[in-house]
């Protein structure tokens, strides 16, 4: 396999992957592409080598600026924006973690405080409590992990995810 084919099949699964994250397909080929590149691409190299079009690309950069993975470069001389990729991939999991838990999990959980005040008048209700409940303390427990996670060096991760799996 050639150096170009390699690319390209990092930048399409890492595309598919992106669904995972909760961003789509050509956000993620973006940052696919900014990971791998030596330097800084403009937004036009970056529509040429995706074949996308100035609205999608600069959409999707602005949108992995928002995130934290993408950071504009400026290049003196130059009135193109230039955009490099977030390369440690300890920032890239601590980003898309805190930008997914700020997007589903808290929002859930705020959901769930104005639900528990249900009064519990009959069986229907009391289980319906009691449900709530259950779902609320994981969720505010899955918070306080991710929160720790976030705030955590890597050495301490990778040490701990280490233990868990021997």
Partial sequence: MDLQEGKDKFIQSWGALGSSWGINR??????????????????????????????NANMNIRALIDWGLVFKELKPG???????GEKDMWEVVKNIIT??????????????????????????????????????????????????????????FVGTFMKMIR
């Fill in 26 to 55: 050509t956000m993620a080929q973006i940052h696919a592409l900014l990971l791998i590149s030596p330097v800084a691409l403009s937004a036009e190299e970056i529509m040429e080598e995706l074949k996308i079009s100035r609205g």
């Fill in 78 to 84: 130059e009135r193109k924006e230039y955009f490099v």
């Fill in 99 to 156: 930008q997914r838990k700020k997007r589903e999990l808290e929002p859930m959980l705020k959901v769930l405080d104005e639900i528990s005040s249900v009064e519990e008048v009959d069986a229907e209700s009391k289980e319906f409590v009691k449900v709530i409940r259950d779902i609320k303390l994981f969720s505010s427990k899955a918070d306080s992990t991710l929160d720790s996670l976030v705030k955590a060096d890597s050495n301490w």
